[in-house]
């Protein structure tokens, strides 16, 4: 098996290179299409990584992946599973390319808000729609006796 490698992105400019002994990969039978063959063919692909042992992280990435990873994780471990075809190879292939996606995502910087103020438009129009409302509900009062 090759290294994965990550494209860059955000958090990670040069990209990422997992060395393919910190992957772990796993064969099982898989359930949907593939006829006679599904039921003796180990297609099932469950690719999983150690994100607190891996080299492939700095110790800001691998915060920010763990962080983010969180719900997805088993202790510091992330497993991606791929069964959509029909081969083994085809399901390795996606699994990767799950993983390495998941990887791009969790290492990006979170983005900074920054706030806005209300377009003088925006401000207008809500003084206009409040007082729109207000005359509505004088409208409904019992009219004042002389």
Known sequence: MDDLVVAPGPGAPRGLRVPAEDLLERFSRASGPGG???????SRVQLSLDL???S?????????ALARLEGRLVGT???VTAEEHRSQRRNRTAA????AELLREAVAPPVVR?????TRASRRRA????????QIKR???RPEQP
């Not at 920054?114 to 209300?118: D, E, F, I, K, V």
């Open 56 to 64: 492939a992280l700095d110790d800001v990435q691998r915060a920010r």
């Open 114 to 118: 920054r706030p806005t103020r209300p």
């Open 127 to 134: 003084a206009e729609a409040k007082r729109h409302r207000s």
């Open 52 to 54: 607190g042992t891996t």
């Open 139 to 141: 409208d409904r009062r």
């Open 77 to 79: 471990v992330l497993t």
């Open 96 to 99: 990767r390319e799950r993983l």
């Open 36 to 42: 006679q063959g599904v039921a003796t063919t180990d």
